[in-house]
C-alpha cells in the first residue's frame, strides 16, 4: 500500500486511517488546522484508538495543546480492545464505546450557532498530532 501525499487539510478526506506524517507535512497542516478552526464556535472530536487509555490520552493532548477546559467521562468502558471516542465540548461530555473495525486517527468538527454556517470534519489526524 502507498503513502497517501499529504500536502493540505483536505487530503486527509477520503483517508480512514490516520497517515504517518513528516515534521514538515505536520507544521503546514496544523497552521492550516488552526485557521479553519478560527470561524467556528465550538468542537466534536472523535478518536479512534487501540484502547480507552490511548483515546483519552491524545483527548487530553488536543485540550491542552488547543487551551481547550478539559471534558469529563461520562462512562467508564468496561471492555477492552479498540474504541471510538466522542467528546462534545459543547456539553463537556466524554463517551468512549469499544469499537472493532475502525481506523486509527483524530478527526475534529466545527460547530457554529450560526445556523447559515456548515459545520465540517477535519481528519483523521495521527493520534500524536497534538502531543
Not at 445556523?115 to 500524536?128: F, N, V
Amino acid at each position: 500500500m502507498s503513502t497517501p501525499t499529504i500536502r493540505s487539510l483536505a487530503d486527509f478526506g477520503s483517508l480512514r486511517t490516520a497517515p504517518d506524517l513528516q515534521p514538515e507535512q505536520r507544521l503546514a497542516v496544523a497552521k492550516e488546522l488552526v485557521d479553519a478552526m478560527a470561524s467556528f464556535d465550538w468542537f466534536t472530536v472523535g478518536i479512534m484508538a487501540p484502547s480507552s487509555d490511548a483515546a483519552l490520552t491524545t483527548l487530553r493532548s488536543l485540550e491542552l495543546a488547543l487551551q481547550w477546559e478539559a471534558m469529563r467521562l461520562d462512562n467508564e468502558e468496561q471492555e477492552s480492545g479498540p474504541v471510538f471516542l466522542k467528546a462534545n465540548q459543547s456539553t463537556g461530555l466524554i463517551r468512549i464505546r469499544v469499537e472493532h473495525g475502525l481506523g486509527e486517527g483524530v478527526l475534529i468538527s466545527g460547530h457554529s450557532h450560526d445556523p447559515e454556517q456548515a459545520g465540517t470534519t477535519w481528519g483523521p489526524l495521527p493520534l500524536d498530532f497534538f502531543a
